[in-house]
């Protein structure tokens, strides 16, 4: 059963006897056109079964028959991202984000082997049952340790247009950042329905890709978090240098990032202490976290105790002395009434006995002189 077809040849599945399940055959056609689609039809076997990944579609063998020359390749029962001009395809930001951490993922992996895929577009994405994004289409991939692998004339351009890199558009040899362009010009089309870039001409899209900025997605009426934006945008970088790697991209989608959520800072628990701790601005150690040793001296497990130690330094004047509870750094700068009449009565106490001494003495020498005088 045929299940596509393409400039080059066309996909059947088919069932590999020998292993019982059911693959894709990739034919070729008419490879005697051109001199050197044979030779690109035979790198991309060798580029594609030199990687082994989940978010690249596997290669399995490859050969001729009947005079043309076949891939056998892992079946992906789904289909690829592209739409249609007519029907745009639009998924949600979460999908996208799974799109990117999945296509990123493996481009990261074949990066790591030293192969540009050089045609990162939504046909070569293709979505298996379980929304796995796989990578398809090796055709036109090259080396980066090999310049002479990439088979193609000199001073040609090669990738679709929609999605090519500036460096690309300016005759530059791709890279790596050349394929991380290219998907973020895919996840702008799937979160906007239409690429970053479009023109009549082949050179005014060119000259787009080189110069032109990409209008930002919300002021399209796309609903993204900022943080997805700016992100985004930094993989249509004019400079190679700008945009993260593959792998970087693939990490900040996992692991939602692209959310804008912030992670909270944990709480440390105050744990009251009856000695009163220094005052603001004095450096302190941080209270232990849950779980953490006891100190030197604490009996693992034991309560704390019910009373206080030793009796505190009575307060100041103008203060009151510390609450239960309240954090140390804050208990001198409570002022209190009922702190000022403990230090006012312990000022009026040495008044008072000296008032009831000197009555005392009066009253006796009274008495002495009524004796003295009867």
Not at 86 to 104: G, K, Q, T
Request: hydrophobic fraction near 40%.
């Amino acid at each position: 059963m045929c299940i596509g077809r393409g400039g080059m040849g066309e996909v059947w599945q088919a069932t590999d006897e020998v292993l019982g399940r059911d693959v894709a055959v990739k034919l070729m056609l008419a490879h005697g056109t051109d001199p050197s689609a044979a030779d690109r039809f035979r790198l991309e076997a060798q580029t594609a079964a030199r990687l082994s990944h989940p978010h690249v579609v596997g290669v399995f063998d490859f050969g001729t028959w009947d005079g043309k020359l076949f891939l056998v390749m892992e079946l992906v029962e789904g289909d690829s991202l592209a739409g249609s001009p007519s029907d745009p395809l639009i998924l949600p930001a979460e999908r996208v984000a799974v799109v990117a951490a999945h296509a990123a993922a493996g481009l990261a992996a074949a990066h790591r082997q030293g192969v540009v895929h050089r045609d990162i577009k939504p046909g070569n994405l293709l979505v298996d049952a379980d929304g796995t994004v796989k990578l398809a289409d090796f055709g036109i991939a090259r080396f980066v340790d090999d310049p002479s692998a990439a088979l193609t004339t000199t001073g040609q351009i090669v990738g679709t247009g929609l999605y090519l890199a500036p460096e690309r558009a300016l005759g530059q040899p791709a890279s790596p950042a050349s394929d991380v362009y290219s998907l973020g010009c895919v996840l702008y089309q799937l979160l906007t329905g239409r690429p970053p870039f479009r023109a009549d001409t082949a050179t005014a899209l060119l000259y787009q890709h080189i110069d032109t900025a990409p209008m930002p997605p919300a002021r399209l009426g796309v609903a993204l978090p900022p943080e997805f934006e700016t992100y985004l945008l930094s993989l249509l970088a004019k400079q190679p240098e700008q945009r993260p790697s593959a792998q970087t991209i693939a990490d900040w989608f996992s692991s939602g990032a692209w959310r804008g959520y912030s992670r909270p800072a944990p709480v440390q628990p105050h744990v009251p202490h009856h000695n009163a701790g220094p005052p603001p601005g004095v450096a302190t150690r941080p209270a232990p976290m849950p779980g953490a040793a006891p100190m030197p001296g604490a009996m693992p497990g034991a309560m704390p105790a019910t009373g206080p130690t030793h009796r505190p330094a009575p307060p100041a004047q103008g203060q009151r002395p510390p609450s239960a509870g309240a954090p140390a750094s804050r208990r001198r700068e409570r002022p209190s009434s009922t702190g000022s009449g403990l230090a006012e009565l312990s000022r009026r106490r040495p008044r008072k006995t000296a008032a009831v001494a000197g009555a005392i003495a009066f009253v006796v020498f009274l008495i002495i002189g009524m004796a003295w005088l009867s």
